[in-house]
């Protein structure tokens, strides 16, 4: 989910700005392009400040993961993540920020078949 940038502090300051002088709520919204709701929002807050976007950091793992798929070969990210305190959809992540992939470059290599010659 991709979020919005949060809107200027001139924006904000100029909607407050014509409230305080006479217009109504729902005309300050369309006026500037913003929902009323935001509008309303602006108004209950004690400061214009932008607020803190939520979400949480990831967990330290306390190890380079560069060095530790280095360390077990062969093993497949449910294996690792078993390994590691992290669920292997996170790691996952980690691992393709990090620029590591499991691609596995199997090359088969066909047995030629032979045909029947048809029978006359």
Same mark, same amino acid.
């Given at each position: 989910m991709t979020r919005k940038a949060a809107y200027s502090l001139d924006l904000r300051q100029t909607a407050l700005n014509l409230i305080e %002088? /006479? &217009?109504t709520q729902t005309a300050v919204a369309s006026l500037l /392009? !913003? %929902?009323r709701s935001s509008v309303v929002r602006w108004l209950k807050r004690p400061t214009l400040a932008a607020s803190p976007r939520g979400g949480s950091r990831p967990r330290e793992l306390g190890i380079d993961l560069q060095e530790f798929v280095a360390a077990h070969p062969g #093993? $497949? +990210? !449910?294996? +690792?993540? *078993? *390994? +590691?305190?992290?669920? #292997?959809t996170a790691l996952g992540v980690r691992l393709q920020k990090s620029g590591i $992939?499991? &691609? &596995? &470059?199997? $090359?088969r290599i066909a047995k030629p078949t032979l045909r029947k010659k048809p029978s006359l």
């Amino acid at each position: 989910m991709t979020r919005k940038a949060a809107y200027s502090l001139d924006l904000r300051q100029t909607a407050l700005n014509l409230i305080e %002088s /006479g &217009k109504t709520q729902t005309a300050v919204a369309s006026l500037l /392009g !913003v %929902s009323r709701s935001s509008v309303v929002r602006w108004l209950k807050r004690p400061t214009l400040a932008a607020s803190p976007r939520g979400g949480s950091r990831p967990r330290e793992l306390g190890i380079d993961l560069q060095e530790f798929v280095a360390a077990h070969p062969g #093993k $497949t +990210l !449910v294996q +690792l993540a *078993l *390994l +590691l305190p992290i669920e #292997k959809t996170a790691l996952g992540v980690r691992l393709q920020k990090s620029g590591i $992939t499991f &691609k &596995k &470059k199997i $090359t088969r290599i066909a047995k030629p078949t032979l045909r029947k010659k048809p029978s006359l």
